[in-house]
């Protein structure tokens, strides 16, 4: 279709200089020709409003204008375009030849799975930073939602020939993880026996952390008694460290998920890396001493107040070693970088965009989107809520038991994937668990499923009838005759371009939406249709290429969302 659209373009473009040369528009140049969708095959296969576009530059009704450009088209030198009718106020609606229909099918048939991919990357490297939750509980629904959004943009990218990596930068230094280690510490005394003991307000209550301590205690006794306090503090957190990091990895597993790179924030820090940026902004003279402390001239960057990079006991604010490792990641050669936030570093953003500046790095090569909140909707409609720090808080592992309880384990991360990306990033997001557990096509992840699922059975009953698909180039497809047959290959022919534009615009919500739109064709026709007649086995022929064509797509489509495209339900 792209490749369509840029043909019809020129056709457009000439026909207008050549009105402009008869004398018949008086404009001074020629802006871009926008394309939009038809509403239906009847008003054509694609739009242009450009005659709306130039009235004001030419003072002439926009019908007209259209009136005009048609007739400087030639169709006979032009057969890619079976028809032109002028609409509306102006619209140019232009009807294409079927040719390039059945030279989607091809297309579908040769490419296989890489169709729906190109090159527009070129290989350039691409980094996306997403999850980074805290190793100091279980990952949440909202990084269940970070981690299928981040997943599912890397294997887009990567679909528009970039090669980017997934990285997870593990914040295993800072004040949290030392209430970590304190939270840790009390319960490990609980379980002991000692008695007035309190876990600060700050630190984490789950009973997550009553377990770990259990287990430790199960496994090594209460010789960490016979450290200092501060001594056993830190093994506490090292140790609850490794535990919960361990256990988000398994859960990102489960989830599909695998990152190629695990940053830390405590390498980071001993790198000496945080040091080089103090230095950097210290020469730049973007750094002042007040209050005791070392400030960051924020104002400098358009913000409404400075902020503190160095505390007056000479620890860094987190802002240091994030600016550090924004470096790193210059340093290892990405020519872009995309960071995707939790809905509560909204305030985070320009500091961060402020910092790359003030690092001499490129305006545009750090990219930062919220994930925003997702809100657990139960059965009767009430929204649950969640707090890591006092413990009651939906982890990812749970949402997908009680998903699997109902639909299996499989489905169970499809559906959990496919509800996560189903809304923009930008947008909170109410997850439905009573549409998600429903196992019919009223759930939207298994009404593309069933599509797929469908396709593969009419080639099981094809096997079981003698009949099996022949190579494309022996088939006529130009008894692919039926208006349902026609806007099915419309919709295939539009996969590239939907992967393209979700994968420039980072939203992946727009394939969900394209992969329900092609199931809504399909069902239909599957209903309506015979596919298999073996008294006509020249259209049957014909309606098996179309069919492997739709299967290809949706399953193209379900990769590159982390979904399973199952061959029967």
């Known amino acids: 279709m792209d490749a369509i659209k840029t043909e019809v373009y020129d056709i457009i473009e000439v026909a207008i ?21 038809t509403k239906t095959p009847e008003h054509g296969d694609i739009a242009t409003p450009i005659a709306l576009g130039l009235a004001k530059q030419a ?11 048609v007739t400087h088209i030639n169709l006979d030198a032009h057969p890619t375009i079976r028809q032109i009718d002028i609409a509306g106020a102006g619209f140019i609606n232009i009807h294409l030849s079927d040719n390039w229909l059945y030279d989607t099918l091809q297309a579908i048939a040769t490419m296989r799975e890489t169709y729906g991919t190109c090159n527009k990357g070129e290989g350039k490297q691409l980094q996306i ?15 269940g939602r970070a981690a299928a959004v981040g997943d599912t943009l890397v294997n887009l990218l990567n679909a528009i020939g970039y090669n980017a990596i997934r990285e997870f930068y593990v914040n295993d230094a800072g004040g949290q993880v030392e209430r970590l280690g304190e939270s840790i510490d009390v319960r490990y005394r609980q379980v002991l026996g000692e008695d007035g003991l309190e876990i600060p307000d700050d630190g984490y209550h789950g009973e997550y952390i009553r377990e770990f301590a259990q287990t430790i205690v199960e496994t090594e006794g209460d010789t960490h008694l016979q450290l200092k306090t501060d001594e056993r503090i830190a093994l506490f957190r090292d140790k609850g460290i490794a535990h919960i990091l361990g256990q988000q990895k398994a859960s990102l597993e489960r989830f599909g998920v695998n990152f190629d790179v695990w940053s830390s924030e405590k390498a980071i820090r001993e790198s000496g890396k945080p040091e080089e940026i103090i230095e950097l902004f210290r020469d730049k003279a973007y750094l002042y001493e007040a209050e005791g402390a070392t ?24 802002f240091v070693p994030d600016a550090a490792y924004h470096r790193d990641k210059f340093d290892r050669g990405f020519t872009t970088v995309i960071d995707l936030l939790g809905p509560d570093h ?12 003030a690092m001499g790095l490129p305006d545009d090569w750090l990219e930062v989107f919220i994930i925003q909140q997702v809100n657990l909707v139960d059965a009767g409609g009430k929204r649950v809520d969640m707090s890591k720090r006092s ?6 592992d749970a949402l997908i038991d009680e998903l699997a309880a109902t639909v299996g384990e499989q489905f169970a991360v499809d559906v959990a994937r496919y509800f996560f990306l189903m809304r923009a990033n930008n947008t909170h997001l109410d997850f439905n668990m009573e549409l998600a557990i429903t196992h019919a096509s009223e759930n939207p992840v298994f009404y593309i499923q069933y599509a797929h699922a469908r396709c593969c059975s009419i080639f099981e009953q094809g096997d079981e009838q003698g009949i099996t698909p022949k190579p494309i180039e022996v088939v006529s497809l130009k008894r692919l005759t039926e208006p349902m047959e026609h806007e099915l290959i ?3 022919a539009e996969f590239p371009s939907a992967v393209l534009l979700s994968a420039e615009a980072r939203e992946a919500h727009r394939i969900v939406h394209y992969l329900y739109e092609l199931a809504g064709i399909f069902h239909p026709y599957y209903n309506q249709h015979r596919v298999l007649d073996p008294a006509d086995m020249e259209k049957t022929d014909a309606r098996l290429i179309l069919i492997q064509s739709v299967q290809r797509v949706l399953k193209n489509g379900l990769t590159l969302l982390g979904i399973s495209a199952p061959t029967s339900m």
């Open 17 to 37: 200089h050549a009105a402009v040369a008869a004398g018949e528009l008086v404009i001074s140049e020629v802006p871009t020709i926008p394309f939009s969708p």
């Open 59 to 69: 003072r002439m009704a926009p019908r007209k204008i259209a009136e005009i450009i």
């Open 129 to 143: 930073e997403f999850v980074s939750a805290n190793p100091t509980g279980p990952l949440n629904i909202v990084s």
């Open 295 to 318: 400030w960051f001239r924020m104002t400098d960057f358009g913000d409404d107040k400075d902020c503190v990079v160095v505390r007056s006991n000479g620890e860094y604010t987190y």
């Open 346 to 357: 909204q305030g985070h953003i320009s500091h961060l965009k402020n910092f790359v500046q």
């Open 391 to 396: 413990g009651h808080f939906l982890t990812l």
């Open 490 to 492: 419309r919709k295939l």
